[in-house]
């Protein structure tokens, strides 16, 4: 019985390895990804005279 809590142990190490390595390919998604084009706000003219 102990030999499979060894094998499970290490099998379980396996995929946390191979999760961490998948997450950690790719480049890190922040936010900013996320975010629209800034919006433009009401443009107000100002005469110089």
């Known amino acids: 019985m ?3 809590f060894f094998i499970g142990a290490i ?3 396996r995929n ?4 961490a ?3 950690y390919e790719e ?3 922040t936010r900013k ?3 629209a084009e800034p919006k433009e706000g009401p443009k107000e003219e ?3 005279k």
């Open 11 to 13: 099998a379980g190490c």
């Open 2 to 4: 102990v030999i499979f």
């Open 33 to 35: 990804h996320y975010k």
């Open 27 to 29: 480049p890190a998604q």
């Open 21 to 23: 390595k998948k997450i």
């Open 16 to 19: 946390v390895f191979l999760f």
């Open 46 to 48: 100002i005469d110089e």
